[in-house]
């Protein structure tokens, strides 16, 4: 099978037209305006330094909602023990940079490119784009990061320096988004990590069907700094 390759102009090929594993066209560029379009259509971005950039809109999605989100006995105490300091958007560059810098079992080298670095970079600052980061000790052990769009929060990836901490960060985020009206998490393709969390699989055609619904509403733009009003202690 012949994968599409894009060209200057935006434009996706039909979702149906995805090989099994989910690839659905190479090439194009990291424009800003060309990742939204793909957000919205259900695609990401996801390669290597060694590839062209790959576009994938995988069968089936894996997605969380925020009203099913699972919270062990261990991790509400965990929680409640105020281990962490948790802050969004404070630090968005320096958690890609660890995410791309964390190893992973299951991956030879890492998806998150420097030029991937800096377009993210720069939705961020359009107000899109939103870190959690995790502290202990005054220093940044945890954190996550995404792109909010509508009603839906397009979780890309996260890492972890200490016990709990990505947990921490992320189960704290999906609460204050519930708070906001965001109604699903995209976690893309299954993990057993965000299974423990409540993340579910859903066919490609449901996870489309819903998106469209979800991103007709006004998303929550700007900085999140002020969501959470955490203590320096």
């Known amino acids: 099978m ?28 990291l424009r800003v305006e060309r990742i939204m379009a793909a957000y919205h259509q259900g ?5 290597s330094d060694e590839t062209p950039i790959m576009w994938w809109n995988p069968d089936p999605r894996f ?3 925020p009203s099913r989100l699972k919270i062990s006995k261990s991790m509400k105490q965990v929680l409640r023990q105020n ?13 890609m940079e660890s995410c791309q810098k964390s190893p992973r079992s299951d991956q030879d080298g890492t998806w998150i490119t420097n030029e991937l670095i800096d ?3 720069k939705i961020h600052e359009l107000g899109a784009a939103h870190s959690v980061e995790v502290w202990q ?19 890309e990836s996260m890492f972890t320096r200490v016990s709990n901490a990505s947990k921490a960060g992320f189960i704290t985020l999906v609460q204050e988004m519930s708070k906001r009206g965001i109604e699903m998490i995209d976690c893309q393709v299954y993990t057993s990590h965000l299974e423990s969390l409540g993340a579910e699989s859903i066919s490609r055609d449901q996870f489309l069907g819903q998106l469209e619904v ?18 320096e202690s």
């Not at 695609?43 to 390669?47: L, V």
Request: proline letters at 6%; glycine letters at 12%.
């Open 83 to 95: 281990r962490f300091k948790i802050t969004f958007d404070t630090a968005f560059r320096e958690v």
């Open 119 to 121: 377009a993210f970079e």
């Open 214 to 231: 979800l991103l007709d509403f006004e998303s929550n733009m700007g900085k999140w700094t002020n969501w959470l009003q955490n203590d």
């Open 43 to 47: 695609i990401f971005p996801w390669y």
């Open 2 to 29: 012949q994968i599409p390759q894009l060209t200057k102009e935006i434009k996706f090929p039909p979702p149906h037209l995805a090989t099994e594993e989910g690839l659905l066209a190479i090439g194009g560029d």
């Open 137 to 155: 000790d005054g220093e940044l052990v945890g954190g996550l990061y995404g792109l909010s769009i509508g009603r839906v929060y397009f979780g």
């Open 63 to 65: 997605v969380l909602y």
